[in-house]
């Protein structure tokens, strides 16, 4: 069963797939970016502190978009 599936799935079919993929992927991190731009742009920042931040400098987040400084 799995010696048909390997057979099916030739090296140049798995690369079809890939490249398919990485342009639907490219597409969607795109839109997304774009959304988040829109709503980082319209936010009012509420900085909230980062406590992972390593090294002792403070970092903030933005609690309601994700923006970081
Ligand atoms: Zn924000």
């Known amino acids: ?3 048909t ?3 099916e799935m030739t090296s140049s ?3 079809q797939l890939r490249s398919l993929y990485r342009n639907e992927l490219r597409k969607l991190e795109k839109v ?3 959304k ?3 709503k980082q742009a319209n936010c ?3 900085w ?3 406590l992972s931040a390593r090294g002792g400098r403070s970092h903030y987040d933005c ?4 923006l970081y400084r």
């Open 48 to 50: 909230v502190k980062d």
């Open 63 to 66: 609690s309601l978009c994700g």
């Open 5 to 7: 599936w390997n057979s």
């Open 32 to 34: 997304l970016k774009q």
């Open 44 to 46: 009012e920042h509420k």
């Open 36 to 38: 988040q731009k829109n």
């Open 1 to 3: 069963m799995e010696q």
């Open 13 to 15: 079919k798995l690369h």
